[in-house]
């Protein structure tokens, strides 16, 4: 009997409840996820079950990302989905916002595959992410940048340059380049606008700051480059940001 037969009859052979996802529940800084064609989740471990403020994963079966995240958040994550679905191919180390209330600085790292019946049609996602800064443990590249992350995140708004942060990781500005993008699928930069414009986000909702105050508190050169860099991330401009969202507040 071949190693492909033996395998296929053990699944077979196993209760259909998606017993193994269980598994997930036992990696508390992971989230799982498992959608269908539609958006909607199927499956949900308790990390998972923590970011949608729900108590167990039957609350949040049938239900989309638009339950549970802002609209923009959830429209981001919906986007990648259909790209995965229709597509057929994964998104690996994927760099997004945390699914929590806007204006959260937090990232994490999403992978997502497609998932396909017996016929080979695509019928759904599934997918797992982590919180950037617990990505610590030891040896590896992501592990490497630990300190570079962790600066990012609390000098976010100081005039931060590629060398002093290649000198930070200890390598040379190449090296430190490719290997960030290599890790987090994204450059230095990017990801260093992503923190400022979530940082941002909060200013807009929560403060009575004019534009160009909150474009200098976040980091950004001016009021155009900190308009530009939001309205790429967010979809609209600050100042419709602000008007949507701030009586949410």
Request: glycine share 6%; with cysteine; hydrophobic share 35%.
């Amino acid at each position: 009997m071949s190693n492909t037969r033996t395998a296929e009859r053990f699944y077979r052979r196993l209760d259909p409840q998606g017993q193994i996802l269980g598994l997930f529940d036992l990696l508390p800084s992971v989230s799982f996820f498992v959608k269908d064609r539609r958006g909607r989740f199927i499956a949900l471990n308790r990390r998972g079950c923590e970011y949608c403020g729900v108590a167990n994963e039957n609350d949040a079966i049938g239900r989309t990302d638009h339950d549970f995240f802002p609209k923009q958040r959830a429209d981001e994550y919906r986007a990648d989905d259909l790209k995965v679905m229709e597509s057929g191919r994964e998104i690996r180390n994927r760099i997004e916002s945390a699914p929590e209330a806007e204006g959260s600085p937090r990232l994490v790292m999403t992978s997502k595959i497609p998932l396909r019946d017996r016929r080979g049609n695509v019928i759904g996602i599934a997918g797992f992410s982590r919180q950037v800064e617990e990505l610590r443990s030891p040896g590896g590249t992501v592990a490497a940048f630990a300190d570079v992350i962790a600066h990012l995140h609390r000098h976010y708004d100081d005039p931060l340059t590629t060398p002093f942060l290649a000198k930070m990781a200890d390598l040379s500005v190449s090296q430190f380049e490719r290997r960030f993008r290599k890790a987090f699928g994204c450059s230095v930069r990017q990801y260093l606008v992503r923190i400022r414009v979530e940082n941002a986000t909060k200013l807009l909702t929560e403060t009575s700051q004019t534009i160009s105050q909150i474009a200098l508190a976040t980091g950004f050169y001016d009021h155009a480059h900190f308009s530009r860099s939001f309205r790429q991330l967010m979809k609209v401009s600050p100042s419709d940001y602000r008007r949507q969202f701030r009586h949410e507040s």
